[in-house]
């Protein structure tokens, strides 16, 4: 078992910036792809973004790349987004998720262990 809190999420305004963070207890933490995925009411979880179990591996969904970074400190058993220039539309429930598997996935089905989740609002 893995267990994933994600913590960060919050208020801002169009333009601003957040950074999501997500602890991860349980299981070896290097065994995972970890990626973060959002979901807004009566619409499918999406990807967002993943990163390797090294960290040097990192897969983006087009509508945030350039704005979104995803990073991982092993050492630390966290993996992070730091979301910058937010617009509205990113407005949602983001969670934190653990694939164990070599490759990155987009697939929500991949991931084995998922977060609580974590509230984003964008005011425009």
């Known amino acids: 078992q893995v267990q994933l809190v994600e913590s960060g999420g919050g208020l801002v305004q169009a333009g601003g910036s957040l950074r999501l963070s997500c602890a991860a207890s349980g299981r070896t933490f290097t065994n995972y792809v970890m990626g973060w995925f959002r979901q807004v009411p009566d619409k499918e979880r999406e990807f967002v973004a993943a990163i390797g179990r090294s960290g040097i591996r990192e897969y983006y969904t087009d509508f945030v790349k350039g704005r979104f970074t995803i990073s991982r400190d092993n050492a630390q058993n966290t993996v992070s987004l730091q979301m910058n220039s937010l617009k509205p539309e990113d407005t949602a429930v983001y969670y934190c998720?653990?694939?164990?598997?070599?490759?990155?996935?987009?697939?929500?089905?991949?991931?084995?262990?998922w977060g609580q989740g974590t509230r984003v609002t964008v005011s425009s």
């Open positions: 998720a653990a694939a164990p598997r070599l490759a990155l996935s987009t697939n929500p089905n991949s991931y084995d262990y």
